[in-house]
């Protein structure tokens, strides 16, 4: 199975400022990775799939990079509404796995 | 508008069993992999199980294989998953996902609201 490591846990931010989240997966998972968003009491929103293309109608200021076993989903201007937690996701092989998720919080 | 909805949840005792429902509407069901994810309460996302468009390739988690089965309808365009022997641990949310691409084992698009199963005496 496929560790997915999160960091940092919990990300404080200022409006306006740029966040960068990190994804480790234990064994390369070849851009086989994906980034969701998750609000209170709502459902996961897909962001991110091939590490780096956004889904439908996500903005232009999420973007995802990384290769192998490195990946990361940056916001360059957080706004109110992106305040959420982050997870990533590999789709590499069976079994599917997430990380912890990242927590981003208005600092 | 594609949509799932989820149902069925509900408390049972540990070992009891519950069957979970997702019915689909707005795309073609028939034609893409279907998953189950859940969350615990304050805790992350879990992938459960995923079966493919047809039905006969299956996949689950360690910790429900062997009780857990999913299944599907095309069609009725709904997506099961039959719970037995239900353990404490299977307290969660449990969301319906639709694959993003036919043949799955990939990410998920569109997501359903979800539906609580809790599990305790």
């Known amino acids: 199975e496929i560790v997915m490591t999160q960091s940092p846990a919990t990300l404080s931010v200022s409006p306006g400022e740029r966040a960068t989240l990190s994804c480790r997966a234990s064994?390369?998972?070849?851009?086989?990775l994906a980034w969701y968003q998750q609000k209170p009491g709502q459902a996961p929103r897909l962001l991110m799939y091939?590490?780096?293309t956004r889904a439908t109608d996500i903005p232009a200021r999420f973007s995802g990079s990384g290769s192998g076993t490195e990946y990361n989903l940056t916001i360059s201007s957080l706004q109110s509404e992106d305040f959420a937690i982050y997870y990533c996701?590999?789709?590499?092989?069976?079994?599917?796995?997430f990380g912890g998720g990242t927590k981003v919080e208005i600092k | 508008e594609v949509q799932l909805l989820e149902s069925g949840g509900g408390l049972k005792q540990p070992g009891g069993s519950l069957r979970l429902s997702c019915a689909a509407s707005g795309f073609t069901f028939s034609t893409y992999a279907m998953t189950w994810v859940r969350q615990a309460p304050g805790k992350g996302l879990e992938w459960v199980s995923s079966i493919s468009v047809s039905g006969g390739s299956t996949y689950y988690a360690d910790s429900v294989k062997g009780r857990f089965t999913i299944s599907r309808d095309n069609s009725k365009n709904t997506l099961y998953l039959q719970m037995n022997s239900l353990r404490a641990e299977d307290t969660a949310v449990y969301y319906c996902a639709k694959d993003r691409i036919t043949t799955g084992g990939t990410d998920m698009d569109v997501w359903g609201k979800g539906t609580t199963v809790t599990v305790s005496s």
């Open positions: 996701q590999h789709y590499s092989n069976w079994p599917l796995t």
């Open positions: 064994q390369s998972v070849r851009s086989n």
């Open positions: 091939g590490a780096s």
